[in-house]
């Protein structure tokens, strides 16, 4: 079996394989991409304690980050794999 030896996608008589492969592939691997998006929502909300504890008087700006940005950026990325 040949393969291209950067994307690793099948080549030579293979090459019809490639689209099916891919297809189950993406259907196996997207329960671990939305289980690992949803915790790293519920960690990065869950730690704002942790700020408020190691740097209170910057919290709001760590906080204001980790609500801000890093949260909706996760649950977007998870909305959009439905």
Known sequence: MKMHPITLAFRGPD???ERPFAEAYFQSTLWQVRMAL???A???AAFA???AVVVPEQK???WA???GVA???S???LGFTY
């Open 60 to 62: 709001h700006l760590f």
């Open 15 to 17: 090459h019809h394989l």
């Open 42 to 44: 519920f960690f990065f």
């Open 71 to 73: 949260c909706p950026i």
């Open 75 to 77: 649950l977007a990325l």
């Open 49 to 51: 304690g942790v700020d």
């Open 65 to 67: 980050i980790r609500w």
């Open 38 to 40: 949803a915790v790293a």
